[in-house]
């Protein structure tokens, strides 16, 4: 490793990965490049419709994070750019990047989009999976990051025909833009960077179903992948969001999905499951029901059906019995047109009982499965990273996130097929590692702005300053900008209004600030586009001309006027007037805020000391936090302790003996064996824990990794003869040589034991690959054993499905049973009997077994009521921790300052546990690094006099930040809680509790100008 | 007055309306018709809110009082809320007002409650379409507690 580090990361790939990562990095005190292929960042998020189990709109989710992504001082953001040289070694690396032209300047270009407008030339969209068409001037996505349009040179008329012969041919793009963004001379260009690390999340592509002809793809118009059907029902899709065939326009009213295209697939080098497929099936059937205004009847064809992850398993279930949806295990042969002409498909499969059957569709959706990018690829070849038989890099055996080269980190698809969360895991997962390298060098690479000191407007005359923008055309066009401008003088408190060409400009910027000062404006309106996109920026201008960046408002004349009134000018200029009046009322009734600072404690508290904790606190450590580590249990290493092997083969014993090792003997870490916690209190940046012993920690946040716990049967005759035994002890018994299992014959996997049942109705994730792993382990050591899992469906997602395809070739057998006809064990003398019913024979089969293996639930911790009320941390139905977001805050708790990881998450294998104690590990480290918490000071705060301390606020409070003061019977707000959703204010019987920002007068006062 | 109102019956009427937008959520549906084009009716005078929550029903009655036609308050989905139960609380809220409303006697298509998510450009564009017609067949507010206090309020 070198010793002369650098604060710097270099992260391979913007989808949700990246962004994440590099958020994490950025937030923590390093400086970051971020290299993204194409011409924005987003990857494949963007182009989803809803995301499983919530159902939330992916767009909606993602764009915070690609505006702060986008905006962060720290992160520079190269589009169009590759990796194409690297040397060096872990701390100090040098990377040589090509960047692409773009033929249109980042910082002219304002995103109007007169550009697309004016090009001829029309291109199919790769966004939308060729499914609707862009122009050669694009911008991927209307959200994208950066907000700016480029120019496809494959396809531009004048690069492709007049540049290199020196004719101006078309050149429409040029004439077009107002604001002289667009440069056809522009060039490629090759630069270089220092980083300390890397992480690599170049993404994964689709798999190319027209490989397998017997699918129809490409030949049939009615067959469809399934990203091809995300963008059919998205709202911003090629129809709008209408449920159309793409080719007719005709709404379908029966739709298959067909599972497992190009996963699970040993013939053409597919054998892994890509994890994903199922839950996206079943959510696409259910929004495509939920979507159609007519009655869709929706049908999914499956072999397995793997729902193994946090509640998706009540998603498939909800599906099933509630939304209507199919499910038939079968295989498909084929796929055929059908004869009628109506353009319908033809699905010929087989069911489980051998019978052959043909349903028509009017559409049918191959669930594609997912491969290793081009790029990713390369980008393992060039940096000499080992990679598995199927091109997906190899990561180091429990390790989460460590690439085959020091200082290389790995996040997302690069390593193999991963959902959402799991992705944002191994990010933050990454960033920690990363963090955990640089530490040395932990800020010495970026940058603070600083900013004149505030001017103090207490007091003065309010003098409003009115921008009104035109957005080159995009306003001025339907909009009467000028007479906007001149009513705007007639209103009170506005000192000086005028027009903007571009008010977003950087020239506009440098004229409102210079006004600011010549005509001592105190607060700031403009009207223009969307303050969700825009008011950042502007706030930045007032902040550097010395304003508080409270002191002003926004008026949407753009997206919410002249874009959706086109043809009623007249009316859409009363309405902008309308809405830049309020929008001056607002502004003229504004304070100053001021951000809230509290002290931040730079010490952690990790509670449970198995794998998950332990390895969350080792990262802690390494990044240079103090670290308590709590553990009431009288050893480390919890459940861990009892295994052998993990499912990659890991001698676990020696692994968790090392983790101890390390744990005792870092400077940082203070262990607390043997002792429980009596009580909890405080908030982000200091809370204090109360031990058992008496002993107080304080500490700025928490990991809770308290583990779970294994379900004792109570069925199969569990606990009444020593050879019926959980997966545990049978591990344990094997690696003690136990006559039971060393001498047996005949073995009996059940699966699904406490699990999939009323008691637990959740998948326990890890159980099928345990039975195989344990059921092959048996078999190699003897031949002879005759070996029979009995399962419901086979869950080994991932590589997994490697085992169970080698399980069943060594002669394994794989007997199904279904929910309603359970195996039953017999006890006649002393022989046991199972008795199962085969699904394909269709009678009961009678098994004399010498061993019997339970597969039992992974339940979750005793202690997580305890934590929850002590935390104010929520649990789900079924007593795992609820994170903050299933998707994009994995690890994160709704309470700022406490982050979960491992099994009282959801049940998860070793690998996974460790992911996540380490991303656990990079959120935490986050908020450690910061000198300060700060809040924006947008809160809710109470008149004392008013108050009459009735506890309406507190209860309706969901983040906890207000509480009544009983002795002085007051509420109180808390500012480091306080989320500033203003429900307290509306809800205060006598006026007391207001919003900063968004206080009772200003938007009465509004309604007073209407 | 009668000769006023017939007036208004005659020619094409354009309501006013008062539009609580939540910040997460609907606005964000509405920016998201914008870039779609997705056009409707210019009736609408939106008020940004952090959440739907923060809808005091102060503001409804007041907003009626002072000559909107109509009042449109839209939040997120229910189970969506950026402040986890904001818009619970503005259900809450909004049930009562609309009977409080009905109770004096003010016509119940005035006043309007909606989810639109952040990816629902269409949809908004519906609700607005939806609420402009309803009230538009109202015709002008009549003012049932139009209020002449020089526009104070109990602040």
């Known amino acids: 490793m070198s010793q002369n580090k650098i604060g710097s990361v270099l992260i391979v790939g913007a989808g949700i990965a990246g962004i994440q990562a590099a958020l994490d990095l950025a937030e923590s005190g390093y400086l970051v490049h971020l290299v993204e292929e194409s011409s924005a960042i987003g990857g494949t998020m963007p182009m989803l ?80 999976q060729g499914l609707g068409k862009r122009k050669a001037a694009f911008k991927q996505y209307s959200q994208a990051f950066p907000n700016a349009y480029g120019i496809d040179e494959k396809n531009c008329l004048y690069q492709t025909r007049g540049k290199a012969k020196g004719k101006d041919i078309c050149l429409k793009c040029v004439k077009a833009c107002q604001a002289g963004a667009i440069d056809h001379q522009m060039e490629d260009k090759e630069f270089e960077v220092e980083v300390g690390s890397m992480i690599l999340n170049p993404g994964f592509k689709v798999f190319d179903a027209s490989s397998l002809d017997y699918y129809g793809y490409g030949t049939i118009k009615s067959v469809i992948t399934s990203l091809e059907f995300e963008r059919l029902l998205s709202a911003s899709g090629p129809f709008d969001g209408h449920l159309v065939r793409p080719f007719d326009q005709k709404e379908p009213q029966k739709i298959a999905w067909i599972q497992c295209v190009g996963s699970r697939n040993a013939k053409i080098n597919h054998n892994y499951c890509s994890g994903v497929c199922c839950m996206y099936a079943i959510k696409e059937a259910v929004i495509a029901k939920e979507h159609s205004h007519i009655p869709v009847d929706t049908t999914i064809f499956y072999m397995d059906m793997r729902t193994p992850g946090k509640d998706f398993e009540k998603y498939y279930n909800n599906a099933k019995n509630n939304q209507g949806v199919n499910f038939i295990r079968s295989r498909v042969y084929e796929v055929t047109e059908a004869k009628d002409d109506s353009g319908d498909a033809v699905i ?149 209004a005028t027009d903007k060409i571009y008010a977003c400009s950087q020239d506009a910027q440098a004229s409102i600030k210079a006004l600011i000062s010549e005509q001592k404006l105190n607060r700031i309106v403009v009207s223009s586009c969307s303050p969700r996109t825009h008011e950042p920026l502007f706030q930045e201008t007032l902040k550097e001309a010395g304003l508080n960046a409270h002191l002003f408002d926004m008026a949407n004349i753009r997206d919410q006027c002249s874009w959706v009134h086109m043809h009623e000018p007249e009316k859409a200029t009363e309405k902008a007037k309308d809405l830049t009046k309020l929008a001056i009322v607002r502004a003229s009734m504004q304070q100053p805020v001021q951000p809230i600072f509290m002290a931040m404690n730079h010490a952690a508290l990790v509670i449970g000391g198995g794998v998950a904790g332990m390895t969350s606190a080792l990262s802690l450590a390494d990044q240079g936090y103090e670290v308590h580590l709590v553990e009431k249990d009288k050893v480390l290493g919890g459940v861990a302790r009892r295994f052998s092997t993990g499912f990659r083969g890991e001698d676990m014993k020696a692994f968790v003996a090392d983790l101890i090792d390390q744990v005792s003997n870092h400077p940082n870490i203070k262990l607390h064996v043997g002792v429980g916690i009596k009580d909890v209190g405080g908030f982000l940046g200091s809370f204090t824990t109360t031990l058992e012993n008496g002993e107080q920690i304080a500490h700025g946040v928490a990991l809770l990794t308290i583990g779970g716990q294994e379900y004792k049967p109570h069925e199969y005759l569990y606990g009444q003869d020593q050879r019926i035994m959980t997966q545990i002890e049978m591990d344990e018994a094997l690696y003690n040589h136990d006559s039971k299992v060393e001498n047996a014959k005949n073995f009996v996997f059940i699966q699904c034991v406490g699990s999939r049942c009323d008691e637990n109705p959740y998948c326990s994730r890890t159980c099928c690959t345990k039975s195989v792993k344990l059921a092959l382990k048996v078999k190699k050591k003897n031949p002879k054993a005759n070996i029979f899992v009995l399962y419901r469906d086979m869950r080994t997602y991932g590589y997994f499905e490697e085992d169970y395809e080698e399980a069943r070739r060594i002669g394994i057998i794989f007997v199904r049973y279904s929910e309603n006809a359970k195996p039953v064990v ?80 959801s049940p998860k294998n070793m690998e996974e546990v460790i992911t996540q104690a380490k991303a656990a590990a990079g959120r935490a480290g986050v908020a450690l690094s910061k000198d300060q918490v700060e809040s924006a000071g947008l809160n809710a705060f109470v008149n004392k006099r008013k108050c009459t301390a009735c506890g309406t606020c507190e209860a309706v409070c969901s983040a906890k930040a207000v509480t009544v003061d009983l002795v002085n019977r007051v509420a109180v707000v808390n500012d480091a809680l306080c989320k500033g959703c203003g429900a307290c204010a509306s809800s205060c019987r006598c006026g007391a509790i207001s919003l900063r920002g968004c206080t009772n007068e200003q938007i009465v006062e509004m309604l007073n100008f209407l | ?75 997120c989905h229910p189970g969506d809320c950026h402040y986890i139960s904001g818009n619970y609380v503005a259900r809450r809220k909004f049930a009562l007002i609309k009977s409080l409303l009905t109770y004096v006697g003010l016509e119940e298509d005035r006043v309007n409650f909606s989810w639109v998510s952040a990816a629902e450009g269409g949809r908004f564009a519906e609700v607005v379409k939806g609420v402009s017609e309803r009230v538009g067949a109202l015709g002008p507010n009549k003012g049932v507690f139009k209020v002449d206090d020089g526009g104070a309020t109990d602040e």
């Not at chain 1, 040098?94 to 995103?111: F, H, M, N, W």
């Not at chain 1, 006890?827 to 004399?848: C, S």
């Not at chain 2, 009716?41 to 939106?46: A, K, Y």
Request: proline residues 5%.
């Open chain 2, 1 to 75: 007055m009668g000769e006023i109102q017939v007036e208004t019956e005659n020619k094409k009427y354009d309501p006013k309306i008062a539009a609580f937008l939540c910040n997460w959520c609907s606005y964000a549906g509405a920016d998201l018709a914008g870039v779609g084009r997705i056009q409707y009716p210019p009736t609408i005078r939106t008020i940004r809110v952090p959440c739907s929550g923060r809808i005091n029903p102060l503001y409804i009655l007041k907003a009626m009082a002072n000559g909107a036609d109509g009042v449109l308050v839209s939040g």
């Open chain 1, 826 to 905: 017999n006890k006649e003398g002393d022989t046991l009997v199972v008795t199962v019913t085969d699904h394909v024979l269709d009678r009961p089969l009678e098994i004399e077994a010498d061993v019997i293996c339970l597969a039992a639930a992974i339940k979750a911790p005793e202690d997580g009521r305890k934590l929850s009320k002590w935390f104010k941390i929520p649990l789900n139905a079924d007593g795992f921790f609820l994170e903050a977001h299933m998707k994009l805050r994995p690890v994160d708790f709704s309470t700022d300052g406490v982050f979960m990881a491992g099994i009282a998450h």
């Open chain 1, 49 to 128: 419709d809803k995301t499983f189990p919530t159902n939330d709109c992916s767009m909606c989710i993602l764009s915070p994070k690609l505006v702060e992504c986008g905006r962060h001082l720290n992160i520079r953001t190269y589009t169009n750019s590759q990796v194409v040289k690297s040397e060096g070694e872990a701390g100090n690396f040098k990377v040589t990047i090509k960047q692409k032209a773009r033929y249109i300047d980042l910082e002219k270009c304002t995103g109007c989009g007169a550009c697309a407008e004016a090009c001829p030339v029309k291109v199919d969209d790769e966004f939308n």
């Open chain 1, 348 to 496: 010929r499969y087989s069911t489980e009982d051998g019978q052959i059957c043909t349903d028509q569709f009017d559409l049918v959706v191959l669930s594609v499965g997912l491969e290793p990018g081009d790029s990713s690829k390369d980008l393992a070849n060039m940096l000499d990273l080992k990679v598995n038989k199927y091109g997906f890099a190899e990561l180091q055996p429990l390790s989460g996130v460590n690439t085959s080269k020091d200082g290389v980190f790995a996040a997302g698809a690069f390593s193999g097929p991963r959902d959402i969360p799991e992705t944002v895991m191994q990010a933050s997962a990454a960033a920690g590692a990363a963090s955990a390298l640089l530490s040395d060098e932990r800020g010495t690479l970026v940058s603070e702005k600083e900013y004149p000191p505030e001017l103090d407007v207490a007091g003065d005359v309010i003098r409003t300053g009115v921008f009104i923008c035109h957005c080159g055309v995009n306003i001025g066009s339907v909009v009467n900008v000028p007479s906007v401008v001149e009513y705007a003088k007639t209103l009170p408190t506005v000192a000086y």
